[in-house]
């Protein structure tokens, strides 16, 4: 007889629990009842006994740490707990040796111990078992549905013993080999009681599904609560609140035993009691204790469970007040004749038994990290962008290039309408490779140019078919024959394939270029030589602030790492200088002469450049000159009193110069107030806080003024791009400065209260790299699909005239753009579909390249088959530009719930047709799909969307241009920042130590964590931190003399500081901008920032937890169901 647990009703008091906080979804707060600092999470977790030997209620020994818990669970033991927050890292330790199951399991803590059950060698493909499944139960299936990949998660079913040899089947692998849960510190193992058999697992046929079990809806009937004789001591009636429960608790070190503890809960022999059961999978090894997780509406109390659950998270923006930390023990516990007849124990889900993203970016690194990904096979998912592999190109372009939501696509629009997936790429055309991977090779075609198809236009590709002996050739995109020219035919082999198959790039390859002929080129003219022309705003707050001494001191040595072509002794790019307040200065720097000559441009209304010659000038033949002048700006301008700018008229003169130059190029602008100065482009301080969460807040995304919107068109028809470097130290209005820089794509770059002293670094890291990195110049990309799907929209930092062409005036290597694509007809299983990303752009030489990108997908008719090939990192990239568009036209709450309820639909059609039938009480999730609810909550709790007091309407504009362009690596890492042990690093190995989840919870007082997002890094020091290792890294004797001041890690010789800081040199080099250090210690003033990106736990500005925002998935996947 299967049990079905019931539901927690979210914001509804339950009798019998008087003086616990109960949240609604409203953010609503019960009245009377003190408010705590952390959420609807107070006091310790609730306990949980490592035995097949189910438990009675028990209450905690007295300071028992404080977790996050609900307020109703405050009163629970401390078993989860007592090991010290830093040692629980991810749930269980796993053993090197797990391996994945090929179908998905049921992640669901049973209640009676099983017979022994032996498992067969894993499939190769297999998806690996999760940490907690080694303390939970899996539960079969018996139907015959296809097995699809997912997981639930959930409290515990009750099954019934099945006895005898048909009931399962015999396997010759031992139990080891699938999941061991022993923690990795050698302890002994533990073993099973006196007289107890070892508790096993059943397998009635191969799970097709995994559900993490949740509530029934309200009305099914309710199962009575299992009874048996009490422990020794435990009277049924429950504790009196004074009196402490029978049987020891084991001690609270900082570490977590593996074996049996001394007086460990439940190690006591005796009948089983109702409450909790655990099947461990290894008889014969120690486990970590675990909790079961039930997530869902509650509406009444649940035999064997908690009270009903009732923190909910609050999903409107308003913050919620301060609360206190509960005190487990100061709370007294209802007598049991007030409690309703099944509330006997209180229950709170365990963060332990919900995906991990941490455990999911392990496995995939140990599975897939170690093979080269070959790209030859259709429609095969990459591994994931946190693990590093080597790809070996063969017929598909490389992830690094594009990445996809679903690599196996509907057939229908009908069933892409019914699943909600969007099919999405994420395309970054100029990415960089790592060294040992080879550039795309150049082709060369002479002066015929690019074979392609007649109709479309397709470039040649491996997906064309040679037919006729090779004389013709079919198009892989829209079908249509073409002749082979003459110089390009080449005779078939018997397989039909072409004999210098693997000698041209075009037929083999997924990436490649081709030199592109006058006829690609505007006006049908090869194009100069690109421009970079740095324009410096001298007002007075930037020489106050050190900018203008420390730019033009840097770019004397800075001038000599332009982009070059290959092995080109030196850059083609001629270069220009500007400086600027109300009005323009220009200056000659041409090679003939003494002295730099400067020329101001006062009439700013109608902009033109006073000198062509000697403007635009070649770096080496002009260096004294430009030396000269960079060593008289800050003198010039040291005594100005000019405080206002302006900065419409800077972009006109950059735009003017390369116009009369008949080249294209870049603006390097260094801007540092409103321009509030009378001239084109004038803006006002229009910042209002008040407007966010109201229907107006949209228009502080909004440009002021449609000048620059205009002016960013001019730009991308002349090949002008603009970065923008912002030092600001008040509003100065970024979503419309940064306009230009956004439809140009340029690169934003902000450093608020900027001084030279301490942001000089940062700055300069990000200038050299804007500088030097890879770029073309005057682009167009064009996205060309086979017949059934087509490019509907585009999302990055680019200009569209019409539907098909992103224009940009500039594409760097680190910029990304995001398509979706959308049925037109239906696609054929057979044929796949393919997807051509063609970009035409000037080199950092004028040479006019094409740079090719091919993938093909598989196509199905089966919905499992869709689940099965999605990729959750891609999924949210798209997800979070298109809600951060949304906001432009909507009110954040609008855009958050169109979120959310997307979300739903896809994981709730999951659930109705693919997943094998159970209860409505359990969660069930696509294995690839596990971590999309924790990754949405990141996105719905971010600035943009849910901004708390302290962000201003400026950060919100920077963050939300910088994601628009960002890849899946960048987005992954931004939303879900990367937590790593500092403590735990082994200095004699080049790994880094293995991250833990995003909580406060995992942080141990006693060590040393290192955070980072891409943009953030932080050190964060726990105060009971030990002194040698405070000693070996920052130089001080105590926690106390850590200067949290610091920008940069002492120099000293020890292992421990080469090692930590090779570590933030590495990471630096991963990311596209320099991230400054920042030092935390425990419990200071600046701990509050860093917590913002503990993105596990509830933020300041009202935005869920991750266990919160999965009950409240379930709850919308309920009522879609229903």
């Known amino acids: 007889m299967n049990q079905q647990g019931h539901m927690a009703s979210y914001g509804q008091p339950q009798p019998g629990y008087q003086g616990y906080q109960q949240f609604g979804y409203n953010s609503q707060h019960t009245a009377g009842v003190p408010t705590s600092q952390y959420g609807p999470y107070n006091g310790p977790v609730q306990g949980y006994q490592p035995t097949a030997v189910p438990q009675g209620p028990l209450r905690p020994t007295s300071g028992a740490p404080p977790t996050s818990l609900p307020p109703s669970t405050a009163a629970q033991s401390t078993a989860y707990n007592q090991y010290g927050q830093g040692d629980i890292q991810n749930g269980p330790a796993m053993s090197d040796q797990m391996q994945r199951f090929p179908v998905s399991q049921s992640y669901m803590p049973g209640s009676q111990p099983m017979p022994y059950q032996q498992y067969a060698p894993p499939a190769s493909n297999a998806q690996q078992l999760p940490n907690q499944m080694a303390a939970m139960q899996i539960s079969g299936s018996t139907s015959n549905a296809p097995p699809p990949v997912s997981q639930s998660y959930g409290p515990p079913t009750s099954h019934r013993q099945t006895t005898g040899p048909a009931v399962y089947t015999q396997y010759s692998t031992p139990l080891q080999n699938i999941a061991s849960n022993v923690p990795q510190s050698g302890n002994p193992p533990q073993l099973p009681f006196p007289g107890q058999s070892a508790p096993v697992t059943t397998f009635t046929s191969p799970p097709t599904s995994a559900g993490m079990n949740l509530p029934p809806p309200s009305g099914v009937p309710r199962p009575t609560a299992m009874h048996g004789p009490p422990l020794p001591g435990q009277s049924l009636t429950g504790f009196p609140p004074s ?179 969007p099919l999405t790429a994420v395309i970054k055309p100029l990415a960089t490779l790592p060294a040992d991977e080879a550039p795309p090779y150049i082709v060369d075609h002479g002066e015929t140019g690019p074979i392609r198809c007649n109709r479309c236009k397709a470039y040649m590709c491996p997906y064309m078919q040679f037919i006729e002996g090779g004389r013709r050739f079919q198009c892989a995109f829209c079908s249509c024959v073409t002749e082979v020219l003459p110089h390009y035919f080449q005779h078939l082999d018997h397989t039909g394939k072409r004999m210098d198959y693997y000698d041209r790039p075009e037929l083999s390859l997924g990436s490649y270029e081709f030199l592109a002929t006058v006829d690609y080129c505007k006006n049908n003219k090869i194009p100069n030589p690109p421009a970079f022309i740095f324009m410096i705003d001298v007002s007075y707050n930037a020489l106050k602030s050190g900018l203008v001494h420390l730019l033009c001191e840097e770019l004397k040595s800075l001038l000599d790492y332009l982009p070059r072509e290959g092995n ?154 603009v970065d923008l470097f912002l030092f600001p130290n008040q509003y100065v209005d970024v979503a419309t400065l940064g306009l230009v820089t956004y439809q140009t794509g340029g690169s934003i770059y902000k450093y608020t209260y900027f001084q030279a002293q301490a942001d000089g670094e940062r700055f300069l890291n990000d200038l050299h790299r804007d500088v030097r990195k890879v770029i073309g110049f005057d682009s167009v990309m064009r996205v060309r699909t086979s017949t059934g799907i087509r490019a509907t929209d585009f999302f990055g930092s680019f200009y569209m005239s019409n539907t098909t062409d992103v224009e940009l005036a500039a594409l760097d290597c680190d910029k990304a753009i995001t398509v979706e694509f959308k049925h037109d007809d239906k696609l054929n299983e057979d044929n796949g579909a393919q997807i051509q990303c063609a970009l035409l752009y000037t080199s950092c030489s004028g040479q006019r390249r094409l740079r090719i990108h091919n993938l093909s997908l598989n196509c199905c008719t089966q919905l499992a088959d869709l689940y099965r090939n999605c990729e959750t990192d891609t999924l949210i ?156 890294i920052f130089n001080v004797q105590s926690f106390g003399q850590i200067d949290s001041a610091l920008a940069t890690l002492p120099m000293l010789d020890n292992p421990y500081s080469k090692k930590l800081r090779s570590m933030v040199d590495m990471i630096r080099a991963q990311r596209p901008r320099f991230m400054k250090l920042m030092i935390v210690k425990q419990d200071d003033k600046t701990e509050l920032l860093f917590k913002h990106f503990l993105m596990e736990d509830k933020s300041v500005n009202g935005g869920a937890s991750y266990v919160d925002f999965l009950c409240h998935m379930h709850k919308e996947i309920r009522q879609l169901l229903s």
């Open 243 to 421: 009196q402490p429960p029978t049987g020891h608790y084991p001690p609270q070190p900082n570490h977590r035993p593996a074996g049996p503890q001394p007086g460990m809960p439940g190690v006591v022999p005796g009948p089983p009691t109702q409450g909790f059961q655990v099947h461990p999978t290894q008889p014969s090894q120690g486990f970590i204790p675990q909790q079961n997780g039930s997530f869902g509406q509650m509406r009444a109390p649940q035999p064997n469970y908690a009270a009903p659950y009732t923190g909910a998270p609050t999903y409107s923006s308003q913050p919620q007040p301060q609360q206190k930390r509960l005190d487990p023990d100061s709370i007294p516990s209802p007598p049991l004749n007030e409690l309703p007849p099944q509330q006997k124990t209180r229950h709170r889900i365990d963060p332990d038994a919900i995906p991990s993203p941490i455990q999911v970016i392990e496995d995939d690194k140990s599975n897939r990290g170690s093979e080269p990904f070959s790209t030859g096979v259709r429609g095969q998912v990459p591994p994931l962008v946190t693990t590093d592999f080597v790809i070996k190109d063969q017929g598909n372009s490389s992830p690094r290039f594009i990445r996809c939501a679903a690599y196996n696509l509907p057939c229908t629009s009908d069933m892409a309408k019914q699943c909600q997936v």
């Open 568 to 721: 080109a002794e030196e850059s083609a790019i001629r270069v220009g200088f500007v400086t600027y307040n109300k009005v323009l200065h220009f200056y000659n720097v041409k090679s003939s002469l003494a002295q730099p000559q400067m020329m101001v441009v006062s009439d700013i209304a109608d902009m033109f450049v006073p000198l062509l010659d000697g403007f635009l000038v070649n770096v080496n033949e002009s260096r004294a000159v430009i030396n000269s002048l960079l060593e008289q700006i800050p003198e010039m301008f040291a005594d100005t009193r000019e405080t206002e700018t302006v900065f419409g008229p800077v972009i006109q003169a950059g735009l003017e110069a390369l116009k009369a130059a008949e080249c294209a190029g870049k603006l390097f602008i260094f801007h540092s107030t409103l321009p509030l100065a009378e001239a084109p482009g004038k803006l006002k301080n229009r910042d209002d806080k008040k407007l966010i969460n109201t229907d107006k807040e949209k228009v502080l995304f909004q440009p002021q003024t449609s000048f620059y919107n205009n002016l960013a068109k001019e730009c991308v028809a002349q090949g002008c791009s």
């Open 877 to 1032: 990239n798209y997800f979070v530009k298109l809600a951060y568009r949304g906001v432009l036209s909507n009110p954040t709450k609008t855009v958050r719930d169109t979120l959310i309820n997307q979300s739903a639909q896809i994981l709730a059609c999951y659930r109705k047709n693919c997943a094998s039938p159970s209860s409505a009480g359990q969660l069930i999730l696509p294995e690839c799909m596990k971590l999309l609810p924790v990754y949405l909550n990141c996105v719905l709790k971010s600035d943009v969307l849910q901004p708390g007091a302290e962000v201003s309407t400026d950060d919100r504009a920077y963050i939300r241009q910088l994601i628009t362009s960002m890849d899946v690596a960048e987005t992954n890492v931004f939303f879900y920042p990367r937590l790593l042990p500092v403590h735990k690093m082994d200095v004699d190995s080049d790994d880094f130590p293995v991250a833990i989840r995003c909580s406060e919870e995992r942080l141990s007082k006693g060590g040393i964590y290192l955070l980072e997002n891409g943009l953030n890094l932080f050190i964060w020091v726990g105060m009971n931190t030990q002194h040698d290792l405070i000693q070996s």
